[in-house]
């Protein structure tokens, strides 16, 4: 579910009060970007769940108040009953994150006496290690 927020907010922030006609429309904004554009087909997958009014509605909330945390908590709190209540919506969201390269176990990592250790795409580091004097 924490894979699912950012564009969820991505969708609703880009298309204001409109969201749900905006998400409906399979044609609207073909050149959005990646981010809203996962968040359109995660939405429209959501709206047709179960509890798709109720999910609706909260987006719509957010959309009209993006900084409202009150807003942000009802959206996670009507996602989390979705996907509770509907395994094949689990599943398919599940493969629509992971086909934009989201989610899923990304890294494996192993450490034995390392130092500085990173994990992340799109990182730097630069450690330099010296020997304690005698």
Same mark, same amino acid.
């Given at each position: ?6 564009? $969820?907010? =991505? +969708?609703?922030g880009a298309y204001?009060g %409109?969201v749900?006609?905006k998400? @409906?429309?399979a #044609?609207?904004? *073909?050149g959005a ?5 996962v968040?359109?087909r995660?939405?429209?997958?959501l ?7 109720? $999910?609706? =509605? +909260? ?5 009209? %108040?993006?900084?409202?945390?009150? @807003?942000?908590? #009802?959206?996670? *709190?009507?996602?989390?009953?979705a ?5 094949q ?10 086909d934009a390269? $989201?989610g ?6 192993t450490v ?20 304690p004097?005698a």
């Amino acid at each position: 579910m924490q894979d699912l927020m950012p564009f $969820v907010t =991505a +969708a609703a922030g880009a298309y204001g009060g %409109a969201v749900v006609q905006k998400v @409906s429309d399979a #044609a609207a904004d *073909a050149g959005a970007q990646a981010t809203v554009g996962v968040g359109r087909r995660v939405l429209r997958r959501l709206f047709t769940s179960g509890r798709g009014e109720q $999910v609706q =509605a +909260a987006v719509v909330e957010l959309a009209e %108040a993006p900084e409202d945390e009150a @807003s942000v908590d #009802a959206v996670r *709190a009507q996602l989390v009953e979705a996907l509770s209540q509907d395994r094949q919506l689990v599943t398919d969201l599940a493969r629509d994150l992971a086909d934009a390269g $989201v989610g899923g176990d990304r890294y494996t990592v192993t450490v034995s006496g390392g130092q500085g250790v990173q994990v992340g795409s799109h990182n730097s580091q630069t450690n330099t290690f010296t020997t304690p004097a005698a």
